[in-house]
């Protein structure tokens, strides 16, 4: 039974720097197509940043050169580190996962079918 779960957020300032984690369960990270997604209130949830097998990867404009996603083979560990964070940035963060293995990582929510719960951040001016 696959299982995804995030940790990390918290409130932090406009410029402050947090990373995010996603333990994934029932199955390898190094080989999945994995993804960052945020939903603010009111919002639709947009792909922040997605990662592939090979190391190949794909950011919203939004965040290029300030979030950098990764993954940890040894704690099978999807993660998501963030400098320069925004007010913008606030939202709650969710992790995905997909069995589907596209040429380039795709930042479709549809294309995902295993979620975490989800993990907020707060970010003050």
């Known amino acids: 039974q696959v299982g995804l779960t995030e940790s990390g957020g918290r409130s932090v300032r406009a410029g402050g720097s947090l990373r995010l984690s996603c333990v994934g369960s029932?199955?390898?990270?190094?080989?999945?197509?994995m993804a960052w997604f945020r939903q603010a209130p009111g919002k639709r949830r947009e792909g922040v940043a997605s990662?592939?097998?090979?190391?190949?990867?794909r950011y919203v404009e939004s965040v290029k050169g300030r979030f950098t996603i990764s993954k940890n083979y040894e704690t099978n560990t999807l993660s998501l580190t963030m400098h320069g964070l925004k007010p913008e940035d606030t939202a709650m963060y969710y992790c995905?996962?997909?069995?589907?293995?596209?040429?380039?990582?795709?930042?479709?929510?549809?294309?995902?079918?295993?979620w975490g719960q989800g993990t907020q951040i707060t970010v003050t001016s």
């Open positions: 995905a996962a997909t069995s589907m293995t596209p040429q380039t990582p795709s930042l479709d929510p549809n294309d995902y079918r295993y």
């Open positions: 029932g199955f390898t990270v190094a080989t999945t197509y």
């Open positions: 990662i592939g097998r090979g190391g190949n990867y």
